[in-house]
């Protein structure tokens, strides 16, 4: 089992930039890929970004290429680095663990990860 605690999240002006941190502690990093998804009040939950450690291989969604970054320390901590924050990426963000499976396209998808964290708020001021 894997127990993951997200921080860093924030309330931020547009343009601005929040580092956020997830910490897991259970399992080693190499068994699962992590990601990061966001919700707001009334949507469903959508995946940002996630990534293999084992080998690196990352996945954006298309709204947050080139301003967000997912990095990992090969260890037990996976960062989103968030730049050039816009009101609308203002959510919950959640991290989460699942097995690590073939190509990027299930990893925007809640459905293929077990543990979750229990979030952390980021609001971004227009």
């Known amino acids: 089992e894997v127990q993951l605690v997200e921080s860093g999240g924030g309330l931020v002006q547009a343009g601005g930039s929040l580092r956020l941190s997830c910490a897991a502690s259970?399992?080693?990093?190499?068994?699962?890929?992590i990601g990061w998804f966001r919700q707001v009040p009334g949507k469903e939950r959508e995946g940002v970004s996630c990534i293999n450690s084992s080998d690196g291989i990352t996945w954006y969604r298309d709204s947050v290429k080139g301003r967000f970054t997912i990095s990992s320390d090969n260890k037990n901590t996976v960062y989103l680095q968030m730049n050039n924050l816009k009101p609308e990426d203002t959510a919950d963000y959640y991290c989460?663990?699942?097995?690590?499976?073939?190509?990027?396209?299930?990893?925007?998808?809640?459905?293929?990860?077990?543990?979750w964290g229990q979030g952390t708020q980021v609001t971004v001021s227009s």
């Open positions: 259970g399992s080693t990093f190499d068994d699962y890929a």
């Open positions: 989460a663990a699942g097995p690590r499976r073939y190509g990027t396209s299930w990893m925007e998808s809640p459905l293929y990860f077990d543990y």
